[in-house]
């Protein structure tokens, strides 16, 4: 999931997606050889559901990681982020034993206990999310970005958020069925693997939109351009 670091997080997704893609187009070419495939090649389809959520998990740490350097990047004062994420990153200074360290916030010293912040909000939540669920996802964003509840964003016409979040979640447990018990509890299709594709390639245009129009707000330019969404099965598999 490597990616240069000029490359936008949303368009790197795409660039990863084309690997679940890839799986499906095996998954065709393989059914249609022999009646005795069709029953087999489902294990592709299990491996691309694994693989999409790991391309989930990829663009939301990316996401929130870019953002936050452009903010600290761009900020010539700490007011660029908001007041969650200010009191969140200098709780570790009162709550030092040493009264001398709140002098770190001294000058410039702000920006540094921000990029702790960071570092320290990485390591919490990107354990998590090998299993990226909504409000794990939520929770990293408020504390990185100080965005509340970015599942909320997740609309489109036909889907509300909280139709979106619950079928995010139903992705999260399919992964985990197959990760952890080989099976999963149903026969897992190529439909389901497109739909699933589909619903995070959606949710993903829309969380980049919402931190673009964050980064935005805080800082008067685009650190990206705004997404639309346009399906990787443009090809058919």
Same mark, same amino acid.
């Given at each position: 999931?490597?990616?240069?670091?000029?490359?936008?997080?949303?368009?790197?997704?795409?660039?990863?997606?084309?690997?679940?893609?890839?799986?499906?187009?095996?998954?065709?070419?393989?059914?249609?050889?022999?009646? %005795?495939?069709?029953?087999?090649?489902?294990?592709?389809?299990?491996?691309?559901?694994?693989?999409?959520?790991?391309?989930?998990?990829?663009?939301?740490?990316?996401?929130?990681?870019?953002?936050?350097?452009?903010?600290?990047?761009?900020?010539?004062?700490?007011?660029?982020?908001?007041?969650?994420?200010?009191?969140?990153?200098?709780?570790?200074?009162?709550?030092?034993?040493?009264?001398?360290?709140?002098?770190?916030?001294?000058?410039?010293?702000?920006?540094?206990?921000? /990029?702790?912040?960071?570092?320290?909000?990485?390591?919490?939540?990107?354990?998590?999310?090998?299993?990226?669920?909504?409000?794990?996802?939520?929770?990293?964003?408020?504390?990185?970005?100080?965005?509340?509840?970015?599942?909320?964003?997740?609309?489109?016409?036909?889907?509300?958020?909280?139709?979106?979040?619950?079928?995010?979640?139903?992705?999260?447990?399919?992964? %985990?069925?197959?990760?952890?018990?080989?099976?999963?509890?149903?026969?897992?299709?190529?439909?389901?693997? /497109?739909?699933?594709?589909?619903?995070?390639?959606?949710?993903?245009?829309?969380?980049?939109?919402?931190?673009?129009?964050?980064?935005?707000?805080?800082? %008067?330019?685009?650190?990206?351009?705004?997404?639309?969404?346009?399906?990787?099965?443009?090809?058919?598999?």
């Amino acid at each position: 999931m490597g990616r240069k670091p000029d490359i936008y997080p949303h368009l790197n997704l795409w660039k990863n997606l084309d690997g679940v893609h890839r799986l499906l187009e095996i998954h065709t070419k393989m059914s249609g050889k022999k009646p %005795g495939y069709k029953h087999n090649v489902e294990v592709l389809n299990k491996s691309a559901i694994v693989l999409l959520v790991a391309c989930w998990e990829a663009f939301v740490e990316d996401l929130a990681e870019d953002a936050f350097s452009i903010l600290l990047r761009r900020a010539k004062k700490h007011t660029v982020f908001s007041s969650r994420v200010l009191a969140d990153a200098a709780k570790s200074l009162k709550d030092a034993s040493d009264p001398r360290d709140m002098w770190k916030l001294a000058g410039d010293g702000w920006r540094q206990v921000l /990029r702790s912040h960071k570092t320290t909000i990485f390591e919490r939540y990107t354990g998590k999310l090998n299993t990226p669920r909504p409000h794990q996802v939520d929770a990293l964003y408020e504390s990185v970005l100080g965005i509340k509840s970015i599942s909320r964003t997740w609309r489109w016409q036909g889907m509300k958020p909280q139709a979106a979040v619950s079928k995010l979640e139903g992705l999260i447990e399919l992964r %985990g069925s197959i990760a952890h018990r080989v099976e999963a509890s149903t026969t897992v299709l190529k439909n389901h693997v /497109r739909d699933y594709v589909d619903l995070v390639n959606r949710i993903a245009v829309q969380t980049s939109n919402a931190v673009r129009i964050e980064v935005v707000s805080a800082t %008067g330019k685009e650190p990206w351009p705004k997404f639309s969404y346009k399906s990787i099965f443009a090809r058919q598999p």
